[in-house]
């Protein structure tokens, strides 16, 4: 009896022990019913986004004050949140199929993700095509013909910025081909000056260097689909070099020694404090960085050029987009803000309050008055991909934030990386086979 | 004589006696509020581990067991165990010096308990700034001439586990001493001063009898703090790292793996089955517990 009672103790125990850890991997189904939509409705958007376009809270706040004043019955509570919080806390939420109504989505395979688990329901169904086609780099977003989160601001991804007050005191021009960038390395070395500003610790940084570096050397977003999903491999020449090429940028000591220690937006900092000469931002973040370090002193550019594929010496263009969630009660009034966001005088509220473009060709480009963000606007007009967002976001996790940090830290080489890197994309074709199949279909809209 | 004595006493108490079955009626409340909050989870939790696109399957426990990241966050929880020695050896001593009246000791003890009630996140932050390659520590380790130590304690591999440790260690520290201080004042100082008058100076008299006298709560502690380095250090990870168990995988730990297998990645089934392998450990642990102390008969009543 004792001993009976002793074990069902200690697997109560236990059971309290990881309750935290355990409970939550279970999935709950319940969904909300169908309301009256004359009634009075309470939408909830989470959203991230003040992290690299200043000012967006502002904004947001504003455009719901109008809406509301527009639509008496409608009430929009906002959440900002973390830049490591955005994607688990939504997780979690459509686990309990419980949380937003919008929900803020990066592009690509971040929006996709949550389509094909059954999170959100297409922007398609809600929001006319003769309005969505104004909308730009909705194409990433889109799967089976429906577009299912709807670009909400351009993300020019991601420009080089570079002190001309620093870069003049090593003679060193701004770099715009690889061993230009790798000699002004040296030279900035030699004057004590750190070349590249960055911080990898939260590990978004890797994410950023695989897009800019790496496109340079594919010769389509379908090798990027077909790598993911097995009919190449990521430590095939063309997906590999970029790896090689981070190499090259520890070997020359291109990055400040405590990049490791740093978070992305720290690193950042460094350059606007003026102890580096250049960083890689946020094109919507441009804007907050040149006022910072003052328009004279401040340039930008694509990232230097070292491969010849087709999105070589480009900048990387995709948006970042809000969607319904799946659970929601009022999917209409939901699409109908989103498209009181994409109004005129919106557009170029959110323009002047953040400085970054809003992803909607209808947007007066004349507003555009810093030279900066025009040099911004004509590279991202021309922008190619951005990889990123077409790779799983494991993969990305896994392989580009975490062996990055490995790389530059200097505890493995290109070809150890390159090696992980498909390790882990062979595991993720095993456990991930739903997503798989849905990356093939992806990819064929690609060929 | 007992009020207890009085009730067995008691012919209608005597009534009422269920036998071997009596422990279960008393527990049968606590028990049923328990199984109520947790049964359904730890159902749903051992259902998902067993299920993938709708088939039973014991997949799931062979995939995440051959998962490379898997074995290391394991082995990362496994090495946090080395910080169970060290945290008892170091609440003890200083809950005795504490004891013996330290100079001071009221201070050091309100100092050394600190950071025990401090947040985790709060704790995370501040290391994770001092901690920096060119964070206060070592600017300071610079400053003395020491810059040759002067390591990035948290972004270099070779590091980041040991500084985590340290920093865990730390704020666990304080809840020892507090423990071991309390169970040493309420010991009747007579045994203490009949040790002295033995002629027992401090080493013997605190092997001899201070350590027996704490043998009870030694072993609460041990496996407390043997759980939490199994499965209570999420906090601590998700914080000083941003979530990431980085740099690479160097301080991934198996909560971590079990949060982002489900919340990041979508895989709730790897993640139960994860979840399911680390209640495996735990329960374990517990089941220790209980035996050490059924068999030394050493408990916290004591």
């Given at each position: 009896m004792h001993r009976n009672l002793g074990l069902a103790v200690v697997a109560v125990l236990a059971a309290a022990v990881l309750l935290g850890s355990t409970a939550s991997a279970a999935r709950p189904t319940a969904r909300g019913a169908q309301e009256d939509p004359s009634a009075d409705v309470n939408l909830t958007m989470w959203w991230w986004g003040e992290q690299e376009a200043a000012g967006a809270k502002n904004w947001l706040a504003q455009t719901i004050k109008l809406y509301e004043k527009k639509h008496p019955n409608i009430s929009i509570k906002t959440v900002l949140q973390t830049t490591d919080g955005l994607i688990p806390a939504f997780k979690a939420a459509a686990a309990a199929k419980k949380g937003p109504d919008i929900q803020y989505f990066w592009g690509g395979i971040w929006s996709l993700d949550d389509a094909w688990l059954g999170n959100t329901k297409p922007v398609s169904d809600y929001i006319p095509r003769s309005e969505l086609r104004h909308y730009l780099n909705a194409k990433e977003d889109t799967y089976a013909g429906k577009v299912w989160t709807a670009p909400w601001y351009v993300q020019p991804s991601f420009p080089v910025l570079y002190r001309k007050d620093v870069l003049a005191k090593a003679r060193v021009?701004?770099?715009?081909t690889w061993a230009a960038l790798l000699k002004a390395c040296d030279a900035l070395n030699a004057k004590g000056i750190t070349p590249i500003a960055g911080g990898i610790k939260d590990g978004w940084f890797g994410g950023w260097l695989y897009s800019i570096i790496g496109a340079q050397g594919i010769g389509s977003i379908s090798d990027v689909l077909d790598a993911t999903t097995g009919k190449q491999k990521f430590t095939d020449p063309k997906h590999a070099a970029w790896w090689t090429r981070l190499q090259e940028m520890r070997d020359h000591k291109c990055w400040n020694d405590d990049m490791n220690s740093l978070e992305l937006y720290q690193g950042q900092q460094r350059w606007a404090q003026g102890k580096a000469a250049m960083t890689v931002a946020a094109g919507s973040d441009v804007k907050k960085f040149v006022q910072q370090v003052g328009v004279a002193k401040a340039g930008v550019m694509a990232m230097p050029r070292w491969g010849n594929g087709p999105y070589a010496g480009r900048l990387g263009s995709t948006s970042q987009t809000v969607g319904i969630t799946a659970w929601t009660k009022y999917p209409q009034e939901s699409a109908d803000f989103i498209r009181f966001m994409h109004t005129p005088e919106r557009m170029a509220a959110w323009f002047n309050t953040t400085g970054a473009f809003p992803a909607d060709d209808r947007f007066n480009t004349k507003l555009i008055k810093l030279p900066q963000q025009k040099i911004l606007f004509n590279l991202v007009k021309n922008g190619a991909p951005y990889l990123e967002n077409f790779i799983p976001t494991e993969l990305d996790s896994k392989a580009n934030f975490a062996e990055s940090q490995l790389l530059l830290g200097g505890s493995i080489d290109a070809k150890e990386a390159a090696s992980a890197t498909e390790k882990i994309a062979q595991r993720i074709r095993l456990t991930q086979r739903k997503q798989m199949a849905n990356f093939k279909i992806w990819a064929q809209s690609y060929k | 004589m007992t009020s207890g004595t009085v009730a067995l006493s008691d012919p209608r108490r005597r009534r009422l006696r269920l036998g071997r079955v009596e422990p279960l009626v008393w527990i049968a409340p606590a028990l049923a509020v328990v199984v109520f909050v947790f049964g359904y989870s730890m159902f749903q939790l051992v259902r998902t581990s067993l299920r993938f696109e709708g088939h039973w399957t014991t997949d799931n426990f062979r995939i995440t067991w051959s998962d490379p990241t898997f074995r290391t966050a394991l082995t990362h929880n496994i090495r946090l165990l080395i910080a169970v020695p060290v945290l008892v050896l170091l609440s003890l001593l200083l809950s005795i010096l504490l004891f013996e009246g330290l100079r001071g000791w009221r201070f050091h003890r309100w100092a050394l308990f600190l950071p025990y009630v401090l947040a985790i996140p709060v704790i995370g932050v501040v290391f994770g700034q001092l901690l920096q390659f060119n964070g206060l520590v070592n600017q300071f380790l610079r400053a003395v001439g020491l810059g040759g130590i002067a390591q990035d304690w948290l972004g270099q591999p070779r590091w980041a586990l040991w500084t985590m440790t340290a920093v865990i260690v730390w704020r666990e520290l304080g809840f020892g001493i507090v423990l071991f201080l309390a169970r040493l004042l309420s010991v009747p100082s007579d045994v203490f001063e009949a040790g002295r008058m033995d002629g027992a100076r401090f080493f013997r008299l605190h092997r001899r009898i201070t350590i027996p006298q704490l043998s009870g709560v030694i072993v609460f502690y041990v496996i407390v703090e043997a759980i939490t380095m199994v499965s209570w250090v999420f906090n601590y990870v998700y914080v000083m790292t941003n979530g990431q168990g980085g740099p690479g995988d160097a301080t991934q730990v198996t909560e971590l793996y079990i949060y982002q297998t489900a919340f990041q990645y979508q895989s709730p089934e790897i993640a139960s089955a994860a979840a399911v392998m680390l209640f495996g450990v735990t329960l374990v642990l517990i089941a220790i517990f209980f035996r050490v102390q059924r068999s030394s008969g050493v408990g916290l009543d004591e």
């Open positions: 021009k701004p770099p715009t | -």
